[in-house]
């Protein structure tokens, strides 16, 4: 894999207890920036944290409470003298199954989670960021986010309206020094994929476990969205599916 120079970042990734969040704290970590770990696990993100040593924090935090969020993107700059990156990582899928039959409880806890967290996490950085004249915001986002899929209703609708999150935030604050854009990865062999293969619902529970691609290569596309090869995508998602992606990462 090619190699990133974070040195001097500060990245605040969310989500980040296990799969592609975790692989991304460490990626990060492991490229020299000072990295925040923000999750409910509060256990998962402290042995985390204590693996990569001094330049982690451990944030317990449910980004779908504005406050929670607010209160941890500060405790980040306070800790570490700002913040260049967030990584909107969290995302729940279910409920899984058909919209008629879906539990309405559970459908609108996605939403608190996938879209308005998300809200949350660019409402709170994004001012920071402003004023600095500089920072970064990629939302890990979904092939959901651009087409259905049957037994995903909330899933799919709450990564659609992330991704239109991620296109107004650029539009709105590139020319103020950010960068805003989208990640797909594809499947990643994460317990997200356990859940859908136990659906039995639509081809992607058909799919083998070798057919998922790791979670670090999702983690090395987001240390390669933080450098400037990755301006032409500014306001777009960028899809991991893609063979000219995966040699611009490094992943081929």
């Known amino acids: 894999m090619k190699k990133f120079d974070m040195e001097g970042k500060t990245v605040l990734v969310t989500g980040a207890s296990q799969g592609i969040g975790a692989a991304t704290a460490r990626a990060f970590a492991k490229a020299g920036a000072s990295v925040a770990l923000v999750a409910r696990n509060t256990d998962a993100i402290a042995e985390i944290a204590g693996e990569i040593g ?7 935090c449910d980004i779908s409470r504005h ?3 607010e209160a941890a993107i500060a405790a980040t700059a306070r800790t570490f003298g700002g913040l260049d990156v967030l990584i909107g990582n969290a995302g729940v899928i279910d409920p899984i199954g058909h919209l008629a039959e879906t539990d309405i409880d559970a459908w609108s806890r996605t939403i608190d989670i996938n879209l308005k967290g998300v809200y ?3 409402r709170a950085a994004m001012p920071g960021m402003i004023a600095q004249g500089h920072g970064t915001i990629i939302t890990v986002s979904s092939g959901a986010a651009h087409g259905p899929v049957e037994g995903w209703s909330a899933y799919c609708s709450s990564k659609a309206g992330a991704y239109m999150l991620t296109q107004v935030a650029d539009k709105e604050a590139r020319d103020k020094g950010l960068r805003v854009m989208g990640l797909s990865p594809g499947t990643v062999a994460t317990d997200m994929q356990r859940d859908i293969k136990a659906s ?3 081809p992607v529970s058909q799919l083998d476990w ?3 691609i790791p979670p670090e290569w999702p983690a090395q596309a987001l240390l390669w969205m933080c450098t400037t090869d990755a301006d032409p995508y500014l306001g777009t998602d960028v899809s991991l599916r893609e063979d000219k992606i995966r040699q611009k ?3 081929v």
């Open 67 to 69: 406050t929670e969020i």
């Open 200 to 202: 039995g619902i639509n």
């Open 210 to 212: 070798a057919d998922h």
């Open 249 to 251: 990462v490094g992943l």
């Open 120 to 122: 949350y996490g660019m």
């Open 54 to 60: 001094d330049q982690a924090l451990a944030i317990p």
